[in-house]
């Protein structure tokens, strides 16, 4: 009895050998700006919230071609992952077309600072610009392009739906690309809500089945990505629509949410941007917040900079965890630049 006590209590492996694999099993995630800043791994939730526009979904597009690229092709360094990506689109309004112009240029681009190949060289006359704009390896682009697993969803059933097969979906493609996802992304994930609330009930499809509410919406979102993420580790990443309002001072945001209905369970948090006055209502419910890992605040900068004047600027803050720190940043077909 003692020795099998003995042998339960006694390590199996070193600190070494765990923190080896660990860090195998789930490695830090290298990802392109402005998501570099805090090292991130599989397990963990993003949530990248801002206005409508503020490039939510161009952010989840470099990072998605930063992943499915390879990091080598045919002598040329691209930098890339070689990962499938699965990307679940709830707003509906993904283009595809403009993932397969970013993933070309992005190809181009690669090829013009390579050496001793001969696609895209860059020429300084029109003619010679437009052939380097139009040729690019199409062997490597539709390799990619097989990386880059699409779902699109138009109710909360139908994702209901998608979350609970999607581990036989995970383990198909694992078996056909030899490798697992590595990044699950989820553009708007409050699409539904306010369909979802003003609805009294969410049909289930089935008379035998329970009607869906807001709240347990939510919650087998959650449950569901957790299983998912116990069996196949992935970075999940998220966007979410917010208004921001600065015509309301934090007090009185506060006092207005503090209204809202306790049937609803809503967290009436108000989250404070840390260089701004501007606030943000927070209305997905808390068991999403608390699934939530990591979260950014990303909106359209107020301030002009003479040598951007033809490209937006967008200023990206952390807020959990909280960075003293708001970064001004600009994308463009090449990618997701610093600039400040």
Not at 183 to 204: H, N
Not at 256 to 285: C, F, H, K, W
Not at 329 to 336: P, R
Request: hydrophobic share 40%; proline share 6%.
């Amino acid at each position: 009895m003692a020795s099998s006590a003995r042998e339960w209590i006694e390590a199996d492996e070193t600190a070494k050998q765990f923190l080896t694999r660990v860090f195998s099993e789930r490695p830090f995630l290298p990802l392109p700006p402005p998501l570099h800043r805090i090292p991130l791994r599989p397990g963990n939730v993003v949530e990248i919230v801002g206005p409508s526009p503020s490039s939510k979904t161009r952010i989840l597009m470099q990072a998605a071609i930063n992943c499915i690229l390879p990091k080598e092709w045919k002598g040329v360094n691209y930098g890339g992952l070689e990962r499938l990506v699965m990307f679940i689109d709830l707003d509906c309004r993904f283009d595809v077309l403009s993932l397969s112009q970013l993933l070309k240029q992005r190809i181009i681009r690669a090829n013009g600072n390579g050496v001793g190949h001969k696609l895209n060289k860059v020429d300084d006359s029109p003619n010679g610009s437009k052939d380097a704009h139009t040729k690019y390896d199409k062997e490597l682009f539709a390799v990619s392009m097989r990386r880059f697993l699409y779902i699109r969803c138009y109710d909360s059933f139908e994702f209901l739906t998608t979350l609970k097969t999607l581990h036989f979906q995970l383990q198909k493609e694992k078996e056909a690309h030899g490798s697992g996802v590595y990044l699950l992304m989820i553009d708007s994930i409050g699409a539904f809500y306010w369909m979802d609330r003003a609805s009294p009930s969410i049909p289930s499809g089935s008379n035998n089945r329970r009607s869906l509410s807001l709240q347990s919406v939510s919650d087998i979102v959650v449950q569901e990505i957790q299983k998912i993420l116990l069996v196949h580790p992935m970075l999940v990443l998220t966007t979410k629509a917010a208004s921001l309002q600065d015509k309301f001072t934090s007090r009185e945001v506060i006092r207005s949410t503090g209204q809202l209905s306790v049937e609803s369970n809503l967290d009436s948090r108000t989250i404070r941007s840390s260089t701004n006055a501007q606030l943000y209502r927070e209305y997905m419910p808390s068991v999403w917040q608390s699934f939530v890992s990591h979260r950014i605040l990303v909106r359209p900068s107020a301030d002009d900079d003479s040598k951007y004047q033809k490209q937006p600027i967008y200023l990206l803050e952390w807020l959990l965890p909280p960075l003293k720190l708001s970064e001004k940043f600009i994308i463009n077909d090449d990618g997701t630049y610093i600039v400040s």
